[in-house]
């Protein structure tokens, strides 16, 4: 009996000692990275001549002089830039519209028939690409905000975690909940029409049970409408919303455009006040005190000319001066739904800096929206959003510092998710 338990032992101790061996020659790689210049966009600061040790999907180590493993694999950025991946807090990866409108009535039309013309098998197909476009262009993190027909963000989010097609790391929310008839315009014959994008909820009861349906078939976050029709949210729907949204630990993006939506919105309180074009200076002070984030998705003129609505511009330039003057947290997000000027998704995202650089916000603080600030949005500050020991190996770098010219941003050349090289000039 004793000699038997000592034979099974000792096979056991081989298949553990095996198993080991194989687990590490298989998947924890060490990489080093030799950084010429290290950015820093919380500090806003660089440091020269940067080690980075990447241990699997996480960084072990950084610093100046470290002695590189003898059977490291050697990344050599000693003539670039490199910093933590960006992320997008607002797109929109399962939607690619054509526009031709020419008010935003017009638009809205336009994003009924594409929700007409294209399956949610379709759109999940077009996820794919935009989602490899924008992880080539740097943003290693993005939260989908919705417009994904029946859940195709879902599938997106879990082909991308399965390591089924490569894209960035994403958070999504699902169908989008508003009041009756959501972001479209529908006649009293197809009233049913918008509901392959959103979930009409205008009573307490359908509002509860719309969040419910998301967070069951797998929503990060609730996304909502708040005033895209002349009935809006007010204040208490919101503050109800919110309140079932954390009952299971969920928080709230809401799409505002008006006025009075924008004051609803801040007052109420919710985590992500996107857009927020119509803010005044009282809802800005509430966004302010109440913690709310304001991602503000400043498109560039350009696009809003093309999708017809460029009487807003003026506008967005203002709201984001004035939350950047009084202090209102802020992160970056794009909310690219349309397909032009021969750019794909990652590019026509970054165009968005042009915009931030117009209401005149300094490069250390886009970039702040786009890393850090973005990532303590997401709850992910402790994981993503900065170069640090233990934290995930989110990596990009640029051929100038981005603190001297942001729009470097717009040419990375290398990009790392998860200790994995996905683009390297
Ligand atoms: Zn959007």
């Known amino acids: 009996m004793k000699k038997e338990w000592f034979l099974i032992s000792r096979i056991f101790l081989c298949f553990l000692v095996f198993y080991f061996v194989t687990l590490n020659l298989a998947y924890a790689e060490i990489i080093a990275i030799k950084a010429g210049k290290l950015v820093d966009p919380k500090a806003g600061t660089t440091t020269n001549n940067q080690i980075i040790l990447i241990d699997g999907s996480k960084i072990k180590t950084i610093g100046q002089n470290l002695q590189i493993p003898k059977d490291a694999r050697v990344i050599d950025l000693t003539n670039a830039t490199v910093l933590p991946g960006l992320f997008d807090c607002h797109t929109h990866m399962c939607a690619l519209i054509k526009p031709r409108a020419k008010t935003l ?9 594409y929700t007409i013309d ?3 098998g379709y759109r999940a197909l077009q996820g794919v690409v935009n989602a490899l476009h924008m992880l080539q262009a740097g943003f290693t993190t993005i939260r989908d905000m919705g417009n994904a027909g029946n859940y195709a963000d879902i599938d997106l989010r879990r082909a991308i975690d399965n390591g089924l097609i490569p894209g960035p790391k994403v958070f999504v929310s699902g169908k989008i909940i508003a009041p009756f008839a959501g972001q ?6 197809h009233s049913d029409l918008g509901k392959q994008d959103y979930i009409y909820a205008d009573t307490r009861d359908e509002i509860r049970k719309a969040i ?10 609730i996304k909502i409408v708040v005033d895209d029709q002349r009935y809006i949210y007010s204040v208490d729907d919101l503050r109800f919303i919110i309140e079932e949204s954390a009952k299971a630990g969920l928080k709230v993006a809401a799409h505002t455009i008006t006025e009075q939506g924008g004051l609803n919105t801040a007052e109420a309180g919710v985590a992500s006040i996107e857009h927020g074009f119509m803010m005044n200076d009282k809802a800005l002070e509430f966004a302010k005190k109440n913690g709310s984030v304001l991602v503000g998705t400043p498109f560039p003129e350009e696009h809003l000319k093309l999708m017809g609505i460029a009487e807003f511009y003026p506008a967005i330039i203002d709201v984001h001066k004035r939350a950047y ?4 947290e802020m992160a970056f997000g794009s909310d690219v739904v349309c397909e032009f000027l021969g750019k794909n998704r990652g590019e026509l995202a970054m165009d968005y800096i042009e915009s931030f650089l117009e209401a005149g916000i300094p490069a250390k603080d886009i970039l702040m929206m786009m890393t850090t600030s973005a990532a303590k949005l997401l709850g992910l500050e402790k994981e993503r959003g900065a170069i640090a020991q233990g934290l995930i190996a989110d990596i990009i770098a640029t051929t100038e510092n981005p603190l001297n010219n942001i729009r470097t941003l717009k040419n990375v050349i290398f990009v790392m998710k998860e200790g994995k090289v996905y683009k390297q000039k």
């Open 212 to 221: 419910r349906q998301n967070i069951h078939f797998g929503a990060d976050w």
């Open 105 to 113: 009535d017009e638009f809205r039309g336009d994003i009924l028939l």
């Open 325 to 328: 003057k009084m202090g209102v």
């Open 118 to 120: 294209n399956t949610t």
């Open 184 to 189: 479209v315009i529908v006649n009293t014959e």
